[in-house]
């Protein structure tokens, strides 16, 4: 019998299936490095990019990460944010920023086939760039997310992550907060150090752990092998994260990518960080997480246009079969 | 310079960027024809489907559309709608329904092929249907929609429609409903109304209209050329429409999907009508429609992730390519 499952934060139910879909039913399309050549990424082409914004080079001629705007931003810093109605409706001045980050100078597809260092660079990366940007404080909220794959919406192969930031924040996340804070006047608790403690002491849905972070598949997860990242410790700011947080989550995310990439024969997918509004002070209420989607089923009118999901993977079978994984 | 628009019901952010993609820019995958043969759907093979809820056969022997169980369907009817707790957690038993509407007989892959006076048919079973499956009163909404062409997820060509009821009420459309209470304390005016005065007097992003209905291009609209067909009379909820509005209604939507197959040479669509739920009375602050999304790109994660969408069509070029199209 099928089963609706409630999100803790958001409120939003999802449809466990009861078919139980295995990480063989999946659409396959494993996502490979193809074109090497003329990759305006790699070292050497770095007059394709717009002018660098920020660069880590260990001391060393050769970069590790680079940061440049997007070349086709989606929103732009330059000019002036104006508020202005159309009738009944409201608009602004398309002001922010839009910001690739490249993870690696050699033509590298996957993050996780970059040491450990490589993927602490790309949480700095974030990190700085968000200390920096944020300083305008027309900049309301930070997008730090990776599409990986075509499947996930990724143009250029090589490997690298984006930054937009926004004037305004996005629906998802402040239905998020705000079911934080419904939560947190009811319990004067935080929901996910609730969700934390209770995964932690139940496990058949955790996926590995470090000593500052839980991977897990969330109860009412949307989507098959849909998996969270969360801090053990409660912030509701991913940029005030220490560096040993940094290092944790780093490790954390490059082992979670190696086991989606084993169970799932390397799927598409997309990681996002679900963080507070920057110019907020810190939230009781929030706490942030980083969400991995793999891409790995078509997503039909139906959950589109309901905002309602149908999961043919059971978070606990998904967990199962990605802790069975090695790292 | 691209622009931030808000949604004026939901509160939702969207990018309008400025580059202006037109039709031909978009990924081209024809919905046409493919395997005749083998058909579930098609008349002479009923065998192959769930036994018959309902058909229509104006007198004669064969039928000319048919509702019957969703073979895998997400819920089912039988059992216990019960509801407990998993620690911090809850859940409810899947209790629901599922049903696909076959719209014709004849191996006919698009709605828009079909004669008029069968897509009223479509519009008076869904109708039907929901008056029928209100009366169990544990579900709480019926989702009403159509997956057109492998990238909008249909996964049998034959044209049809599917009816999820369920027993609690999707998010997306909560928000609509909680976003229509907010403006209607506020301005004791229904926001779909006040849209639909705006938009007929402006008519920059008015598509097709009839006495009863106005077909237009969202201010906000998250994808490109989306498309709301909009009752111009206030009205909740959707099961009550009578026959002058079905038949409206069942004109403009094939005349407007006819006219999005010319524009963007037969694309996937989905089309999923927001309505409120079955068991509340008519509500002052919610007003009925359909949406028409086109699949033309891929979503990517920062769609995904956040809820905040880039929209590269700007909803009155949109606009101006439908008008311009023959019917």
Known sequence: MPELRKDPVT?????????????????????????????????????????????YRDGADQWNLRVV??????????????????????????????EVIIECPEHKVSLAQLPEKRVEDLFWAFRDRIQDLKRDTRLRYMLLFKNHGEAAGASLEHSHSQLIALPVVPVQVQEEIDGGRRYFEFKERCVYCDMLRQETS????????TEEILVLAPYAARFPFETWVVPRAHNSHFETAHA???????????????????????????????????QEGPLEHYHWHLEI??????????????GFYINPTPPEEAAQFLRDAGL
């Open 11 to 55: 409120g939003r139910w999802v449809i466990i299936a009861s078919d139980r879909a295995r990480p063989s039913d999946f659409l396959r399309a494993p996502v490979v490095a193809k074109a090497k050549t003329g990759c305006p990424f790699c070292a050497g082409h770095e007059d394709q990019t717009p002018p660098e914004i920020l660069s």
């Open 69 to 98: 705007p997007n070349k086709f931003p989606a929103l732009r810093v330059e000019g002036v944010l104006d508020r202005s109605g159309e009738g009944l409706y409201d608009k602004m001045s398309g002001i922010g920023a839009h």
């Open 202 to 209: 139940s496990s058949i849905r955790a996926i590995l752990e």
């Open 244 to 278: 040993s947080l940094i290092q944790n989550l780093a490790w954390a995310v490059r082992a979670t990518i190696r086991k989606l990439e084993r169970v799932l024969e390397f799927p598409s997918y997309n990681f996002l960080i679900h963080t507070a509004p920057v």
């Open 293 to 306: 989607i793999p891409r790995l089923t078509k997503v039909a009118g139906f959950e589109w246009g309901a």
